[in-house]
C-alpha cells in the first residue's frame, strides 16, 4: 500500500511483554525512598502552612479592621466640617440643649407618639384553646399574700387623690 502523507508505519505484531521485564515493586528501592521523602516533605511543611495560612487570615482580618477604621476617619473628618458651620452649631444647641435666643417663645411637647400605634397584630385561631390550670393553688397563694402583707398610708394627696405611699412588707 501507499502511505499517505503524514502517516507513520505501524507494525502489524507487538509482542507481549514478559512478566521479567516489568520493574518489581519489590526489588526497587527507588519508589520506597521516593515515598519516604513525600512523607517527610508533608512533615516538614505542614506546619509552615498553618502557620502561613494563620498569617493570611490575621492579615485579612487586620485589612478588614484598617478598612473600619479609614470609614471612620473619613466619618469625622465630615462631622468636623459640620461643627465648623456657625448654622449647624446653632441648630445643635436648640436641638439638644434646648438653647433659645431671648424673647423666643418655646413649646415642649413630652410623649406626642401615639400609644395606639404600639398595637401588635395576632393571627387570631378560628380553633377553641383549653387553658388548664391550678385555681386551688392561686387561690391558696393569693390568700396569703393578702393575709401577710399590708400597705401603709400616708397622709399626702398628690393632685386631687390620696395616694398610697411606702413599702409593702410582711409581719
Sequence with gaps: MAKRRGEVARPSYVPPISPSRLPSVRSSGSLATVLILVVAAVVVLSPNLRILAEQQQEIALLQAQLKESEEQVVAL??????????????????ERLLFVYPGDITYLVIDDEDSRTEIIEQEISAELQEFVSDWRSSLLSSFLVAATTTLVYEEEIIGGYRAPLGDQSSD
Excluded at 461643627?83 to 449647624?88: E, H, L, M, R, S
Design 77 to 94: 473628618a465630615e462631622q468636623r466640617e459640620r461643627w465648623k458651620d456657625p448654622a449647624y452649631i446653632e441648630t445643635q444647641a436648640r
